[in-house]
């Protein structure tokens, strides 16, 4: 029990000791008269006398202290209540303002993007959409959002939802209530307050926690609105954990932005970091109040080189060979950057970045011998010859749904929902190819426009 709950439980023992003391007193220093089946006994020396006396006073302390302690807990709950609302109110209208955990000394401004975000994180009175924001893992999606969520001064609440676990639903409901600042005590009492305190933990609430935190959401946001003349906003960051284990709480979060929109109550954002999140979004009637995706894609070559010369204090042309090694991808750019400053040749970098590679084709069963290598290799030598293909044109590739679900979802190919378009899921994976173009390369078909040509064709396969 933490300090401040002992106190208020003395300073209540305090106070109900305080008022009854009189009353102790009236009993046993006044004589009173008691009449016992027609006589009276004015006689103290009666055992009798003592007897009621002590009953009365037992009598009278009970129902004091029920009197007593049911006003006591009202007054609790009622100014417990007032304090949990008020502090629900003033997180939304001050908004949470996320803090990245990236050094300024790495941090690497993407400031048209940051720009973007925060018009969509300062809608109209008007606004009736909701957004999708994807990118690849890796692509720095979390720290533009953070940053756009801390620079915008009013009403954008983050939530981050946490990593897949057995109690998904739960771990969501408190991230979502720490979020707000929601205590969870819509129903609170002083009574209800102790016997938790006593060791009862028992809450049949507590898988829908984060419906509790959404209806206490859309409270505040009602308020937000009449204050400010305008929706405020919610950014649930990483829902692609909800898709595999809870995608009905995707749906209901879903409908319920959809609904919102339509009453500019509040605007939701959902950030995702893979391609069947939006593609079930998209399949749902509520997609209808959604705007256009957003994708962050990777750094550009010149922000790349910007980090690695300096930030990282890399020389020029050491930095040229890890970009076209990963490419503008800021996690695989750290990684290698960082590896490279504590002593490991750019051979070794790129034989460990490639082995690493390999076991994501061997997870989607694209190497040779595997189930899905033939078309696999169709997959690639058809985005070989373009950057992207239509959606369309590669789920034709596969024999069945099943199939084409399975390896879009190995992070090998990625889904554009932005051009509606499939490519490769980072240049690390054409790399790859390329150093092993003899297993994956229909060389015939090659032509001056490709972006792999027969002097990919390597000797030796990793």
Request: hydrophobic share 40%.
């Amino acid at each position: 029990m933490s300090f401040s709950r002992k106190k208020n439980i003395l300073i209540f023992i305090f106070i109900f000791l305080t008022l009854h003391f009189p009353l102790y007193l009236y009993f046993f220093s006044e004589p009173i008269t008691i009449s016992l089946s027609s006589h009276t006994f004015e006689n103290f020396d009666n055992p009798l006398y003592y007897l009621g006396a002590i009953g009365l006073g037992i009598i009278g302390i009970c129902l004091a202290l029920l009197g007593f302690f049911c006003t006591g807990d009202l007054f609790y709950a009622c100014c417990r209540s007032k304090y949990n609302s008020n502090l629900l109110i003033k997180t939304i209208d001050k908004g949470n303002r996320p803090v990245t955990r990236v050094s300024s000394a790495k941090f690497l401004p993407r400031t048209e993007i940051v720009k973007r975000l925060e018009r969509i994180l300062q809608p109209d009175e008007n606004q009736s959409y909701y957004y999708v924001i994807c990118g690849e893992h890796g692509t720095g999606k979390t720290t533009v959002v953070k940053t756009a969520s801390s620079n915008v001064h009013h009403g954008v609440v983050y939530v981050d939802i946490p990593a897949r676990n057995e109690n998904l639903g739960v771990a969501f409901g408190v991230a979502f209530g720490q979020a707000l600042n929601f205590a969870f005590e819509e129903r609170i009492s002083f009574t209800n307050q102790l016997i938790r305190k006593l060791g009862s933990t028992s809450n049949n609430s507590d898988e829908l926690m984060w419906c509790r935190a959404l209806e206490a959401f859309k409270r505040g946001a009602e308020v937000y609105k009449a204050k400010r003349g305008k929706p405020a906003v919610i950014v649930y960051d990483n829902v692609n954990q909800l898709v595999h284990e809870n995608p009905k709480i995707l749906d209901t979060l879903q409908d319920d932005a959809k609904k919102n929109a339509d009453d500019q109550i509040y605007i939701a954002v959902f950030v995702s970091s893979e391609g069947m999140v939006p593609r079930r979004m998209e399949s749902r009637s509520s997609w209808s109040r959604a705007e256009p995706v957003m994708e962050i894609g990777d750094l550009s070559e010149e922000e790349s080189m910007e980090y690695l010369t300096k930030k990282c204090s890399i020389n020029e042309e050491v930095a040229k060979q890890l970009y076209n090694l990963v490419g503008g991808r800021i996690l695989n750019l750290k990684f290698v950057a960082t590896k490279f400053i504590a002593g490991q040749s750019f051979e070794d970098i790129k034989k460990e970045k490639l082995k690493e590679t390999r076991k994501k084709f061997k997870s989607a069963k694209l190497l040779e011998n595997q189930t899905h290598y033939e078309a696999g290799k169709h997959a690639i030598n058809a985005l070989l010859k373009s950057k992207e293909i239509d959606i369309d044109v590669f789920r034709k590739l596969f024999a069945n749904e099943e199939e084409y679900d399975e390896i879009l979802g190995a992070n090998v190919f990625a889904y554009h929902p932005s051009r509606d378009t499939v490519g490769f899921q980072s240049k690390l994976i054409e790399c790859y190819i390329q150093a092993n173009s003899d297993l994956f390369v229909d060389l015939i078909n090659l032509t001056p426009t490709n972006e792999f040509n027969s002097n990919y064709a390597s000797t030796s396969k990793l």
